[in-house]
């Protein structure tokens, strides 16, 4: 079946650093999603990108939907505690396909 | 207004007991979703309702048994669970359900213990 592959799988990086993860496919999807998860609560929709090329930004977030439709990037720009958790992208069909998962923590 | 709301945040129940996950959205969506998550991993789709009808179920056991009673509303009566079916469940819902520029939108779910 179709599968999003999501890198890296995890980060520990120091507060105010910049963020870049990336998911890929072998299939093209027509929307990208991309969600943040704190522990213990669900999924919260960051940024949905629609169109091929676009790039969206949500506050310090930026995403992208590659070109070939088989690709889509996350930043997060000047990170902060907060930002901890595990970030998924996604990718709806007749089901919403689901990346493996990058895990942030950030250190003061 | 993008919020959907489940009760209750946690449930502890036994082996035998008989309890439901409640969900609700006022989005006016017409497809909502029954998600089981374990820790680290993605979430696992169980059902979708689609205009209120059952449209897909995940070969997902019928000791968990979904219910819509209207398009705002989503059940999830569970009955005779095992400890292996501690997780966190999680409902979503979408404008339409199963096209590929569909956008769902979660709540924050409910973290079930079975002892």
């Known amino acids: 079946g179709q599968q999003l592959n999501q890198s890296p799988q995890s980060m520990f990086i120091q507060e105010g650093e910049d963020v870049s993860m990336n998911c890929t496919s072998s299939s093209i999807f027509n929307t990208w999603l991309w969600y943040k998860q704190d522990p213990g609560e669900g999924p919260v929709l960051l940024i949905a990108l629609y169109k091929a090329g676009e790039l969206t930004s949500n506050g310090r977030l930026t995403a992208q939907f590659g070109i070939t439709r088989k690709d889509s990037f996350l930043n997060i720009s000047a990170s902060i505690p907060s930002d901890v958790g595990i970030y998924f992208c996604a990718g709806p069909t007749d089901k919403l396909i689901f990346g493996t998962g990058t895990r942030l923590q950030v250190f003061p | 207004d993008t919020e959907v709301t489940q009760t209750p945040k946690h449930l502890v129940m036994g082996m035998t007991n008989k309890k439901s996950l409640k969900c609700e959205q006022h989005?006016?969506?017409?497809?909502m979703y029954w998600y089981k998550q374990k820790a680290k991993k993605p979430p696992e789709l169980m059902f979708v309702y689609s205009y209120e009808k059952l449209s897909i179920n995940e070969s997902v056991p019928s000791r968990f048994s979904p219910e819509c009673p209207n398009s705002s509303l989503l059940n999830l009566h569970l009955h005779a669970l095992q400890p292996e079916d501690s997780a966190l469940y999680l409902c979503a819902s979408s404008q339409v359900g199963g096209g590929s520029t569909d956008t769902q939108y979660f709540g924050p779910g409910t973290r079930l213990t079975v002892l």
């Open positions: 989005m006016g969506h017409r497809a």
